[in-house]
């Protein structure tokens, strides 16, 4: 099964998003230590201002608005649910 956002594949979004989460981290962490499950704000302790610099980043790659989705930081708790929503969003199959 091949999940997409606009045409790139599930595996190449998990790299972006955990690459844009290192990024914000300031590479404080290795990206090998970033799992699936791993919890965006209590494993790696994002706060909000961290998150929404992550969100704009994601918007910034995809051309996306997620202004409009009050369940954004629900959906951002761990690596994979976060991958999963901008699938669902975008389209991905």
Do not use: H
């Amino acid at each position: 099964m091949e999940n997409s956002v606009r045409g790139k594949d599930m595996e190449t979004t998990r790299d972006k998003v955990i690459r844009m989460i290192l990024e914000e981290m300031d590479s404080k962490i290795e990206a090998s230590e970033i799992q699936d499950d791993t919890n965006l704000f209590e494993d790696l302790e994002i706060d909000s201002i961290a998150a929404l610099d992550i969100v704009s980043k994601v918007e910034e790659e995809w051309g996306i608005s997620l202004t409009d989705y009050p369940e954004l930081l629900d959906e951002m708790e761990t690596v994979s649910s976060f991958v999963t929503f901008l699938e669902n969003l975008c389209g991905g199959e």
